[in-house]
């Protein structure tokens, strides 16, 4: 138990649905942020916020669309997403986002069909 | 880029000390080194950090080289539940925005 939590841990969705993930943390950090880790890749960064404002945005598709309404949660917003979408969204939190160590959730597992 | 090295894969006996080594020759002055595992199908775990000196907690080790151009993560009594992909990063931590980047870290296997 990391202190950040992810919900739902398994979803499975069509072309044109539109659902959302979400984590919470429970440390006190002020830095969350959102990865996803396709079958046989490395963890690839996507968003990032600090204080609530997103600090940077890996050349994410517009498909998917985050929200951080308060430090202790983020949400990942899904739209019209794509077979090759289907991956590990992981969450994680860290004090600041400048060189402190970040404690990751269990992640969703996410199946587009 | 992940600027570190890793063999992709090793063995380990349970109960054996697993030493898994990383290479990060260009590592600059302010960086760290950073270990996570992860395991099957789960978010990565945080294991240990250190920046010159030997780190010790409850999991592990961390054994880094004086010229600090390499580092040695060691589990000292392995379990079957230690198998996991394990992950060396190296990062500054006072660099704002400089984020972790994952390679594809070494598989670690405990066989009883």
């Known amino acids: 138990e990391t202190g950040v939590t992810q919900t739902p841990r398994h979803l499975v969705m069509g072309m044109t649905n539109k659902k959302s993930l979400k984590c919470e943390q429970h440390?006190?950090?002020?830095?969350m942020y959102w990865y996803k880790q396709s079958a046989k890749k490395p963890l690839e960064l996507m968003f990032v916020?600090?204080?609530?404002?997103?600090?940077e945005n890996n050349s994410v598709p517009s498909r998917f669309s985050p929200e951080c309404p308060n430090s202790s949660h983020l949400f990942l917003h899904l739209h019209t997403l794509q077979p090759e979408d289907s991956a590990l969204y992981l969450c994680?939190?860290?004090?600041?986002?400048?060189?402190?160590?970040?404690?990751f959730g269990p992640g969703t597992r996410l199946l587009v069909l | 880029d992940a600027k570190t090295t890793q063999p992709p894969s090793m063995d380990c006996a349970e109960g054996r000390a697993a030493n898994l080594p990383c290479n990060h020759s260009?590592?600059?002055?302010?960086?760290?080194v950073y270990w996570y595992r992860q395991i099957h199908s789960q978010g990565p775990q945080y294991i240990i950090h250190?920046?010159?000196n030997n780190e010790t907690n409850e999991m592990a080790s961390l054994i880094i080289t004086e010229d600090r151009k390499s580092s040695t993560l060691i589990l000292p009594h392995a379990t079957l539940r230690d198998t996991a992909v394990y992950y060396c990063?190296?990062?500054?931590?006072?660099?704002?925005?400089?984020?972790?980047?994952f390679g594809p870290g070494t598989r670690l296997s405990v066989l009883p």
């Open positions: 440390l006190g950090h002020n830095a």
């Open positions: 990063i190296v990062r500054s931590r006072d660099n704002y925005g400089q984020n972790f980047v």
């Open positions: 994680a939190s860290s004090h600041r986002t400048s060189g402190e160590t970040q404690y």
């Open positions: 250190g920046l010159k």
């Open positions: 260009t590592i600059s002055g302010n960086e760290y």
């Open positions: 916020y600090n204080f609530k404002e997103q600090t």
